[in-house]
């Protein structure tokens, strides 16, 4: 049979200060010192009572130009992820393309073929 456990606010509100005032050095600890089982109970109450500080949120603070900088860099970034997927593409269709001259010429060694007719089109 499987138990619900219910905690008071006066409780949770605990828990939350004694964390708050660096008793506990994570939320995990504070779970384990109270027996709490359920992995994001503290965390729920800690969105919900405390200062969200303790959630190890990360803040960045940018001016307007480090924005759009940080806009037009990820913008490159994704057209030079797509140019290379495009030239891994046009690679293999080289590679199934060599192996095509090869066998139309009757030689089975690809690299055979490439030293044989290096240089001519």
Do not use: P
Not at 13 to 20: K, T, Y
Not at 31 to 59: C, D, F, M, P, Q
Not at 79 to 98: F, I, N, P, Q, T
């Amino acid at each position: 049979m499987l138990s619900v456990i219910r905690y008071s606010e006066a409780f949770k509100l605990q828990v939350i200060r004694e964390l708050e005032a660096g008793r506990f050095t994570s939320i995990r600890e504070a779970s384990r010192a109270y027996g709490i089982k359920g992995a994001e109970t503290v965390v729920k109450w800690v969105r919900r009572y405390g200062k969200n500080h303790l959630l190890g949120k990360v803040i960045v603070v940018m001016k307007a130009n480090e924005q759009t900088e940080v806009q037009a860099l990820r913008k490159q970034v994704r057209e030079l992820k797509a140019a290379l997927v495009d030239a891994h593409l046009d690679l293999r269709l080289d590679a199934a393309y060599l192996k095509i001259a090869c066998r139309r010429a009757g030689e089975e060694d690809v690299e055979a073929f490439k030293k044989k007719h290096a240089g001519k089109l």
